[in-house]
């Protein structure tokens, strides 16, 4: 049990669960630049080639609803160091492929075995802590995940450019061998005691927690907050290489600014803590509301990469900031059943990013800045309209909560 392990290992132990936090964002965002030079090299259509990104979402997504549970029943060590082999296998094989379909299969397989190493993770800090550490350590999970986003795209232009798209696989091969590696040597089993695995007790776990509207409504925040996100993910690298004839390399410079953009909002989130929540959360969803019909009347005259990137800097910045205000506060509402919370939270958040990109890569060819303006638009409405009902759901029960104290 690492509960037992020297300081000096815990500590190492939090490091590698902390690393292994941006694991996903790499998975997702390595290959993003690929895309063009992707559907070029495979022959395929921009819609299959975003297809892989969704197979991966969905994967991803109702996994973490069932491998929560399970993490509970059976531990959360050894699992996650099976699904880095899988990972690493998948990964070798994608590189060494050039069927679309089988690539989708793969994907989906990588979106099981990365559900099983983060989900083991986010379990991992409240296994071993708690209080306002454990707040604290939640805070910033957020921002480091971040950093997938923000280093994987740059990272995957220059693949791209200098070895094809093929090597961004072959990189996350060589990422999951060494947090094995690591993992294996100092790190160890954090859960203090397993739960049988009883399904009608899951199930029960699980009404109880999709029973609370508040908790409900905060997912569904998260998941609108990062398909945002997914707008410029989706049709960004197509936009930028084909509207506004730019290079790969500019693209992981794009994604690599926006990925700032999210971890600055996630730090300010941080920062705020303290602040009201319903307050910082209105402001946060209004803003972004305001700067994309802003952005969407002066696209009209200034049609320009820069003036593009300057609004959606700001409007990931809000995204960012919801985030993370609502994911620390969505962890904390059931700590007596980490890993289900963790699954569920995780699970549903990719579902509905998984649903939104789907519905993206169908809706039509995003050519210009202004099909992506649009699609911001749309989605941003509705992430208001949920953060507005949510908030005064919370008013009106802080005002009976009073009255019943008076």
Known sequence: ???????????????????????????????????????????????????????????????????????????????AMYALGALITTSVLIGFTGNIQLICLLRVLQGIAVAFVVISKRAFFVDMYSGDKLKNYLSYFTIIWSCGPIIAPFLGGYLQKYFHWQANFWFLAVYAVLMLIFELIYSGETIAERKPFDMGRIKSNYGMALGNLNFVLGIITLGLAYSVVMVFNVGGPFVIENGFHFNSI?????????????????????????????????????????????????????????????????????????????????????????????????????????????????????????????????????????????????????????????
């Open 1 to 79: 049990m690492l509960q037992s392990a020297t300081a000096r290992r815990k500590k190492i132990a939090t490091i590698l669960a902390f690393i292994s936090i941006p694991l996903s964002g790499f998975v997702t965002d390595i290959y993003l630049p690929s895309f063009p030079s992707m559907a070029k090299e495979l022959k395929a259509e921009e819609s299959s080639i975003q297809l892989t990104l969704t197979c991966f979402f969905i994967s991803y997504g109702i996994s973490q609803l069932l491998v929560g549970s399970l993490l509970d029943s059976i531990g959360r060590f050894k699992p």
């Open 250 to 406: 500019v693209t992981g410079y794009c994604t690599l600014i926006l990925g700032f953009s999210w971890m600055i909002g996630g730090i300010i989130g941080k920062r705020m803590i303290g602040v009201d929540f319903a307050r910082k959360i209105t402001i946060a969803c209004s803003l972004q509301l305001l700067l994309i019909v802003v952005l969407m009347f002066v696209g009209y005259q200034y049609p320009v990469l820069w003036c593009f990137m300057f609004f959606a800097f700001i409007i990931h910045i809000c995204s960012g900031f919801l985030y993370n205000v609502h994911f620390t506060d969505s962890m904390l509402f059931f700590p007596q059943h980490a890993g289900m919370t963790a699954g569920l939270l995780g699970g549903l958040v990719y579902v509905i990013t998984s649903f939104s990109s789907f519905i993206l890569s169908q809706t039509g060819r995003m050519g210009t800045h202004h099909d992506i303006v649009i699609r911001y638009l749309v989605i941003s409405m509705i992430l208001s309209a949920i953060v507005w009902f949510a908030v005064s759901r919370r008013k009106a029960a802080a005002r009976v909560a009073g009255a019943v104290a008076a």
